[in-house]
């Protein structure tokens, strides 16, 4: 399974962290992490405060937030690899895998039992298949040998061992059958438990306890308590790296993810469109009429079979509308097959056995009460109906989370197949929606993601919600005669923007919100009756033409291209991109030197430690005790200068070097360390992950220096061709950013491409915040014909290259006489990094603005506090 970008960064983070660890100690380095500006702006409003393990003050405790559906589980398992190799330094370490319920321990143990699991090919794939997996209540099978030759991976709950009182736990007691593994250990050993006659205890947590596992927990907001502290001293953790979606205040929160970054890699389905009913009927109906339309939008979307399922969430016993009631509501009133109903509850468990994914499969309703079965998870749900009020229910925001996930983690064709949706007994609309975004919060979204992604299904409705400043939009309403059939047809052909509703005196209403851009009006007049579309045709006319002063450019279906940069390499025209530049360049490992000065990495053996000088920094690691003797692969027999290079290979391959070509360099490498340096083969081999740290540094620092070599010659040598391509370009349209949450701010911007209700929010937080103002000026400015924000990493966005990356101009703008805008703002208190930065993209936006031969500007705006006329100053003097 190929990991999402948020996935991958949230693993960069706890990379990052782990290796300062290593240099600075578990504190300082989360200190140093969580101050960098990325990482500061991920974890706003939530206390950056580090706060160790009592007796443990030297183990990194760190904890990762993905909200739900965003792959906790896949993230974990590919977690183990990097804190191998950035902190715990042996090639097969012992993992301790925490869940917080025995059903979802049976489940992940399961999973990662399974060859073709994407958790256990995470493992497989990072430990070239040498794994174990152990449930915890058969401890007794791992032998010495699985330790010494196998990644271990021991799957049970907190619960397990979270007592105050030991005796009768299994984990805690002597058992002979563990005796193997204590069989070297000096009786003085420190730290561990030991029997009435003051031996060593033959126990599972002793076994912990001496060679120190890494600690993956799952759900980590519900374990702080001061018991499970006490855990962690007794199994006594090299690392405890934590998930969860809502994190508490003793979590030391690393990294954050949010709700949109996993709708942007198409993960869930959002927004929620909300609905209420009056009665708890009203819903049901209303629920059952939803999947039957998204029956129909399935059935035309040919990108992977869907059918749409319900989740009901009935009362408990006692209550109005029990299980029973509902079931047989369903059959009885709604006409629904008793086969397409199944019941999951504690008693009924209807859908044990049965693949939801499956064609032939009939069930198209599932009944439930409280929580479903713990891991149940099929992405074909699609509606969440209660029957009882979800603010007082503990299980409304787990079965909320059920209907979320998008099926194939892909988006879809039919749009009404990328939302998912809600239908609640409310008597106020704003109740509903209100008690909606509280289970969302509960779910681990960000208070304002959860109002930006609630949308109401009848339209207007979401104007008022949650206190936004109501944006009226133009109305047209028309009044046809259509049969209820041919009604139905022309609701389906715009849903967005089209209410057509069928009344009790046989005449059809038709309502459009806002405005119909020409291929809508075409499909909706192709679904109406031939002898109703000239006077419906009409009407759009004169809607339109009442309205053309507020209808934004891309709402009448205009689109405008910024051309690409491009750069002749060996007389092929070719994207400006490093990536693309560095396939056309040549380039060898050999032509750099294979060596490590003292002053990069050295090494001082001591009685009990190894000191290592890497770039100044002092790292400690203790030597080799009889417990890590147990755990090394590599005996000392076998310890040569092929192994070491051998291993080196395996940890530092990249797929631009071939095979061939880093093994000679490494080999070039060790013999300079043993034979010109000599420092001792057995003390590398005790510092290989860190010498393979420093080395891949070093060959990543070497391919970066060829990318900036290549990146200036091609763009700003003397013999550079560069070029721009409007056939290459980035074209703007409407919708291209739709779900980016939009701006809430009170300011009416008049020339915005995508209209004023659909301009992307600014990165600010704050109320006119710098981009804000920057924003104001474009959109005050007399030569703009109109202009949209440049979302950051979007895969529409304009972008122009680095010599590191691409970086993505806040604004582009239309100008009155066509030719094209590009603004780039940045504050003047910018550290010097951030300065070298702003440099090299001023060089390449002048560069592309050369290239383009008068056809578009580019500016680098900067603004003084208190002080925007700045902005229009630079861009009047660019505009000249």
Not at 127 to 143: A, E, M, P, S, Y
Not at 262 to 277: F, H, T
Request: charged letters at 30%; hydrophobic letters at 35%.
């Amino acid at each position: 399974m190929k990991l999402k970008d948020y996935q991958h960064a949230s693993l960069d983070t706890l990379k990052a962290y782990l290796e300062e660890a290593r240099i600075i100690g578990p504190g300082e380095a989360y200190k140093k992490i969580t101050e960098k500006p990325e990482v500061a702006a991920r974890l706003r409003g939530y206390p950056a405060k580090y706060t160790p393990v009592k007796t443990l003050p030297n183990t990194p405790y760190v904890c990762l937030r993905l909200p739900t559906g965003g792959g906790k589980t896949i993230l974990a398992a590919h977690s183990i690899a990097v804190a191998t190799d950035a902190w715990v330094e042996k090639d097969f370490p012992l993992v301790l895998w925490l869940v917080p319920t025995n059903t979802i321990r049976s489940q992940t143990a399961e999973a990662l039992k399974n060859p073709r699991h994407p958790y256990r090919k995470a493992l497989d794939e990072a430990f070239g298949g040498r794994v174990r997996i152990f449930d915890i209540g058969d401890f007794t099978q791992i032998k010495p040998h699985d330790l010494r030759s196998n990644l271990c991976v021991v799957v049970g709950t907190i619960q397990t061992l979270r007592v105050t009182n030991t005796d009768g736990r299994k984990v805690y007691a002597h058992n002979e059958e563990m005796e193997p593994h204590f069989s070297a250990i000096p009786p003085q050993a420190p730290g561990l438990e030991r029997t009435e006659k003051a031996n060593i205890k033959f126990s599972f947590a002793n076994l912990m306890h001496l060679h120190q596992p890494l600690v993956i927990m799952d759900e980590a907001h519900k374990a702080g308590s001061k018991l499970s502290q006490e855990v962690y001293e007794r199994i006594n953790p090299t690392a405890l790296i934590e998930f969860t979606a809502t994190p508490k205040g003793f979590n030391n929160l690393l990294h954050s993810v949010t709700a949109q970054e996993l709708k942007d890699e198409e993960m869930i389905k959002m927004p929620v469109v909300l609905d209420e009913a009056e009665t708890w009927q009203g819903a049901v109906n209303s629920a059952i009429l939803k999947r039957a339309e998204l029956q129909e939008h399935a059935e035309r979307d040919r990108d992977g079979y869907i059918r749409p399922i319900v989740l009901f969430q009935a009362q408990k016993k006692g209550e109005e509308v029990t299980v029973e009631v509902l079931k047989q509501h369903l059959i009885d009133n709604e006409n629904i097959d008793s086969n397409k109903i199944a019941v999951a509850t504690g008693a009924q468990r209807e859908l044990d056995g049965i693949n939801l994914f499956k064609p032939d499969c009939p069930i198209e309703y599932v009944i439930t009460i409280e929580a479903l079965k713990e891991g149940w998870d099929c992405s074909f749900a699609y509606i969440f109906c209660s029957v009882a009020n979800i603010r007082s229910s503990t299980d409304a925001e787990q079965l909320l989370g059920r209907v979320l996930r998008m099926p194939y983690a892909q988006k879809r064709k039919e749009k009404a197949l990328n939302k998912s949706y809600a239908k609640l007994v409310s008597k106020h609309f704003s109740e509903a929606a209100h008690s909606l975004r509280d289970k969302l919060v509960d779910m681990g979204f960000e208070e304002n993601e959860a109002e930006d992604n609630i949308e109401a299904e009848q339209l207007g409705l979401d104007d008022g919600l949650f206190g936004r400043q109501p944006r009226p939009r133009p109305t047209m309403k028309v009044e046809i005669q259509a049969s209820q059939e041919e009604a139905s047809k022309m609701n389906a052909a715009v849903p967005s923007k089209v209410q057509v509703t069928y009344d009790e005196n046989g005449k059809t209403h038709v309502e459009v919100k806002g405005f119909l851009k020409p291929q809508e009006a075409d499909k909706l007049i192709s679904y109406t009756p031939e002898s109703l579309k000239p006077k419906l045709q009409q009407s759009i006319n004169e809607h339109h033409a009442k309205y053309q002063h507020e209808i934004p450019p891309s709402q009448k279906g205009e689109t405008f291209t910024l051309p690409r940069l491009m750069a002749y390499v060996q007389g092929e025209l070719v994207f400006g991109d490093p990536d693309i530049l560095m396939e056309q360049h040549e380039w060898s490992l050999a032509d750099h030197p294979a060596r490590l000065e003292a002053s990069e990495f050295n090494i001082v053996d001591t009685t009990n430690t190894f000191e290592i000088d890497l770039d100044g920094n002092r790292v400690t690691i203790g030597a080799a005790d009889t417990a890590e003797q147990l755990t090394m692969n590599v005996e000392v027999d076998d310890w040569t200068p092929t192994s070491l290079v051998q291993w080196l290979d395996r940890k530092i391959r990249t797929p631009w070097l071939s095979q061939a070509e880093l093994l000679a360099w490494l080999g070039d490498v060790v013999t300079y360390l043993t034979r010109d340096r000599e420092l001792s083969l057995s003390q590398l081999m005790r510092c290989k992950f860190i010498l393979a740290r420093k080395l891949s540094e070093k060959i990543h620092g070497f391919r970066q220096a060829e990318r900036e070599k290549v990146f200036q010659e091609s763009l700003f040598g003397s013999e550079a061709r560069v070029e721009v391509s409007f056939d290459h370009g980035f074209t703007f349209f409407d919708e291209m950013y739709d779900g980016v949450p939009k701006y809430r701010g009170s300011y009416r911007f008049k020339k915005h491409f995508m209209g004023p209700d659909d301009v992307p929010a600014f990165d600010s937080k704050k109320v006119n915040g710098e981009e804000e103002q920057c924003a104001f000026m474009i959109d005050s400015h007399p030569r703009v014909k109109y202009w949209t924000r440049n979302v950051s990493r979007h895969p529409n966005s304009f972008s122009l290259p680095t010599s590191t990356d691409r970086f993505y101009p806040d604004f582009v703008a239309v100008l009155n006489d066509d030719r094209f805008l590009v603004v780039e703002y940045k504050g003047k208190d910018r550290t010097p990094e951030e300065s070298r930065d702003s440099r090299e993209k001023n060089l390449i936006g002048k560069q592309w603005e050369k290239a383009s031969d008068g056809k578009a500007v580019f500016v680098m705006a900067t603004i003084e506090k208190g002080n925007p006329q700045e902005i229009r100053i630079v861009i009047d003097s660019a505009l000249r």
